[in-house]
């Protein structure tokens, strides 16, 4: 890892302290009568704040979790470095792309 | 014929500590993508998540909910005392911090349990 | 031992252990050939105060004479006996066997991530390659017909400098490391610590290169703060801080726009 995807990881690492936070709250507070669709819509539709709150959240772990799947490619799965950055941008652009329609599916 | 046995220092808390944050971490990376399908359902409508929802009141998925619970904490609190570490001046008691911090998230995915069943 | 079968010496009024009663010995087990080989198990007697370099010399010494391993000082000074002891890296001249053996067992092998040359004796050359590829070398910035620098051991930086500098160059640090098991460019903990040291010595002139370098793919950054070169250094140093105020140094160079 150079200092640049050191510094994107670690960065995005910070962000997602709050969010994450706000994420454990909210999965708590979800639970307290069983998950429901309707609870989660009535919550996060035409809400410009979640909407706004997610977008963040799924950026930031797009990043943050494709830079740390590159590491773990190159350690673990041995593949050399053309081909582990393959994997992170080919698996950030993903995860970025279901996660920004998960978001527009839940706030629109 | 095997090499000799060289990697004892895998015997040390924190070395398991980095290995319970690279684990957990690569855990959520991989179920991310689900997540995100699983929400996009949306798509279809209030009933096509809820169905899924239903369909997810299951033991197997309680279970897996609470791993998950537990894995994002531990990957937060392990996160933490990470960039405190790189960003702040060295503190003594490292391996303290690193049980704390799995013990705390054992806890929330403990609380998860108890409120879901 | 049938020689020795009978009494108690006495020497200058003390008497020994009677040395024809079962006497205390150990099994080693020594990892004999190179990146390939077996363990071949010696019984060596047991002694007071002893350190695995000298069970290792009993059996070079008494056993079996093509056992190569190395060693200089034989005082925790030099760096150079560094070996796996039961499974884990340690400076085998100041380890006291009674400290490391288990059930009565001791497992000596060469360092690890490092070729094997012969036995017990790693080749430290790619060590060393590290320390340069990491600029571990001082850049001097004055001549000779210079004034002495004055550091008083107040400053910020020779603080910084005094908690890394006593580093013996034993390869402990890097033998523990499963960053440089798992990534071949990482420059390891002893080649970070060097730099950072240098980093902060107010007479050296390489830095730019020296941060440049160490912001590269096998430097500092590679690091995952794992802490076994912190846990197995045995002069009680703490690569790992070092290696985060590279970190820190570097990812404030790169913000600056300092680094090439």
Known sequence: MNVRLYLLQRATALLMVPLILGHLAVIFYATRKGLTAGDILGRTRGSIGWGLYYTAFVLAASVHGAIGLRSVALEWGRLRGRSADLLMWVFGLLLAALGLRAVYAVVM | ????????????????????????????ALFLPLHFLALALALHGETSLDRFLRWTDQPLFKAAETILVGLLAVHLLGGLRLLIIENMPWRPGQKQMAMAAISIALLVAAAFLVRII | MSEAASTTIARSGTALVPTGAAETTIDVSIWRGKAEGRYETFRVPMRESQTVLDVVTYVQRHLDPTLSYRFACRVGVCGSCAMTVNGRPRWTCRTHVSKVVENGRLEVAPLAN?????????????????????????????????DIVQISPETRERRIIDAAIECINCGVCFSACDTVRWNEEYMGPAALNRAWTLVNDVRDGGNSERLFAVAQGGGCHACHTHQSCEQHCPVGLNPTASIAGLKRRTMQAYIRGELE
């Open chain 2, 1 to 28: 014929m095997a090499g000799p046995r060289n990697a004892g220092y895998r015997r040390e808390p924190l070395w398991r500590a980095a290995m319970v944050h690279r684990v957990s971490g690569l855990l959520l």
């Open chain 3, 114 to 146: 490092l070729p094997v040359i012969k036995d017990l004796a790693a080749d430290m050359a790619p060590f060393f390659e590290k320390w340069q590829e990491a600029k571990g070398v001082f850049k001097p910035t004055k001549s000779r017909a210079d």
